[in-house]
């Protein structure tokens, strides 16, 4: 027999904002500020890294199944982003021209 505090613990239990707050406080060190500043080119102002640990201690307020349905979401969501653009055959064949037909010509 569960009840909602027992649902709720449960869940709390489950998400933990550690990683989020070591993320958002390694993101402050000169080490990583300058790692960005070499790979991208700019100083990385930790935005992303802030709304991660807000939305987590924001999760902790809500009720169990709440949270669960919210961590469903960001879950779909993340599985859902593509690394590569997708294209068909005819799009890809024009893409690699565009970029890389030039390699063909003699008088490169």
Known sequence: MT???????????????????DALWFCY??????QQYYRV??????????????DCLSLKTKTA??????MEEQEQ???AKHIWIMRTQVEASSHWNETFGHLDDPNY
């Open 65 to 70: 199944s709440e949270a669960e349905k919210i």
């Open 41 to 54: 080119g700019k100083l990385d102002d930790c935005t992303k890294k802030f709304s991660d640990l807000f």
């Open 29 to 34: 060190s000169p080490f990583y500020q300058m």
């Open 77 to 79: 969501a993340e599985a």
């Open 3 to 21: 009840t909602e505090t027992d649902d709720s613990t449960t869940v709390r239990r489950r998400v933990s904002c550690t990683k989020c707050f």
